[in-house]
C-alpha cells in the first residue's frame, strides 16, 4: 500500500536526499519526540532519543515495507529505542544491587511501553508544543535584555520595547527618543531580530520550536 502522506518520498528517502530527509523529520519530530518525553522525563533524553529514531528510519529505509504506513514504521523504532533505553536504565539500577538479571522481570517494559497506547494527536501536540515554546521565548528574551542591559544600551532597550511591547512604528519612534533618522530605528529593530534570530537557532537546532518564526514577515 503506497503511502499518501507527502512528506514521505520514499524514493527520494531511500536515495538519501537531504531535503526529503528535512522535510520528513520536520513533519513527524514533534509527534515523536511528545511519543518519547511520555516515558522519558528528561527533556534532553527525549530529544536525542528522537533524533535517533530519524537516525534509525535513515539506516532502516532500504527495507521499509509499504505495507506499513510511515506513522507505523517511525513509531515502531521509537518504542524500540524508548525500550532500549529503559532496559539500559533497569540494568543500571537493578544488576549491580541485586547481582540478577535485569531482564527477568522485564515484562514491565511491555506495560510502560503499549504498542496499542494512543498516540498525541495534533492537538495534544500543537498545545504541548506551544507551551515549549513560550518559554523558550522568555528565556531567550530575558537574556537578549541581560546582553544590553549589561552593556549599558538602555536607549536601544527603550526603542525595542517601543516597537516589540507597544507596537510603535519606526516613524514614531525616531521622533519620541529624539533620533534624527528614522532608517537609524529601523537598524536598531533588524540587528534586534537577527540576534533573536541567532540565540533562537541556538536553543533550537532541530528547529522543533521555532520553525517559521521571525521570517520575511517582520516588519
Do not use: C
Request: hydrophobic share 45%.
Amino acid at each position: 500500500m503506497a503511502s499518501t502522506d507527502p512528506a514521505f518520498d520514499l524514493p527520494a528517502l531511500r536515495a538519501r536526499d537531504d531535503a526529503a530527509w528535512t522535510v520528513f523529520q520536520q513533519a513527524w519530530f514533534r509527534r515523536i519526540y511528545f511519543y518519547v518525553k511520555r516515558h522519558v522525563a528528561d527533556h534532553q533524553t527525549a530529544e536525542d532519543l528522537a533524533q535517533e529514531v530519524f537516525l534509525g528510519a535513515l539506516r532502516g529505509i532500504d527495507g521499509y515495507d509499504p505495507a506499513f504506513t510511515p506513522e507505523q514504521f517511525l513509531f515502531g523504532i521509537a518504542r524500540n529505542r524508548v525500550v532500549d533505553h529503559l532496559r539500559r536504565q533497569r540494568s543500571a539500577r537493578v544488576a549491580p544491587a541485586t547481582g540478577g538479571d535485569p531482564d527477568a522481570s522485564s515484562a514491565w517494559l511491555d506495560v510502560v511501553v503499549d504498542d496499542d497506547a494512543p498516540r498525541p494527536d495534533a492537538a495534544v501536540v500543537r498545545d504541548e508544543d506551544e507551551a515549549r515554546r513560550r518559554q523558550a521565548m522568555a528565556e531567550i528574551l530575558r537574556a537578549f535584555v541581560g546582553e544590553l542591559w549589561e552593556a549599558g544600551e538602555f536607549d536601544k532597550l527603550m526603542v525595542l520595547e517601543f516597537l516589540f511591547v507597544l507596537g510603535g512604528r519606526n516613524k514614531d519612534a525616531a521622533e519620541r527618543f529624539g533620533i534624527a533618522d528614522e532608517k537609524h530605528v529601523a537598524g536598531i529593530k533588524f540587528r534586534a531580530v537577527e540576534r533573536l534570530r541567532g540565540m533562537a537557532r541556538q536553543r533550537d537546532p532541530n528547529h522543533s520550536l521555532f520553525r517559521g518564526l521571525w521570517g520575511p514577515g517582520v516588519r
